[in-house]
């Protein structure tokens, strides 16, 4: 995708105008996108490894089959956000809202999740194999065959209301 910027225009303001007009760039990695309002919008397929989503405002957004490793979605806002077969390898989402979200086979291993929120999430087949659970909260959240092995986690880790059904737990993390 070619961008023609006007002077003052930096590439990462075209693109959040590109995409809030529908437009769908294929790469985006490592575009600057902190504090962009991109309520639902469809990111199918877009590459933004490496990008800088904080304080993003993605609510409802479609985050179907994204390459997302090693973002930074530091206090973003991801509620109601679907995210099928999402990329998040690697990922910082320090205190991110994911409530009411759906993590349909994403892959959050190795993730920084230090105080996220999935309250009533829908966590299917997701991977938080080695992932930062310290501070999340898991309140009412459905983890239905879910991989949590290896993750880290600590008193203020909630999770004990969350339904969960045939998840990989790692011994302590329920008591």
Not at 29 to 52: E, M, P, R, Y
Request: aromatic share 6%; net charge negative.
């Amino acid at each position: 995708m070619i961008f023609i910027m006007k002077d003052n225009e930096t590439m990462d303001n075209v693109m959040v105008s590109r995409i809030l007009s529908g437009e769908r760039p294929l790469c985006a990695a490592g575009a600057d996108l902190s504090g962009a309002v991109l309520q639902g919008v469809d990111f199918d397929g877009v590459d933004l490894n490496g990008a800088n989503l904080s304080d993003a405002d993605l609510e409802g957004a479609l985050l179907v089959d994204i390459n997302c490793s090693n973002c930074t979605l530091e206090r973003a806002n991801l509620r109601g956000a679907y995210l099928k077969k999402a990329r998040l390898q690697g990922a910082n989402l320090r205190h991110a809202a994911l409530d009411e979200a759906y993590l349909l086979e994403a892959d959050l291993s190795s993730a920084d999740l230090c105080g996220a929120s999935f309250r009533s999430a829908f966590l299917q087949k997701a991977n938080l194999r080695d992932a930062d659970l310290r501070g999340a909260d898991f309140t009412a959240a459905m983890l239905q065959y879910a991989e949590l092995k290896s993750c880290r986690f600590d008193d203020s880790t909630k999770i004990g209301s969350a339904f969960i059904r045939e998840a990989s737990l790692p011994e302590g993390l329920i008591s």
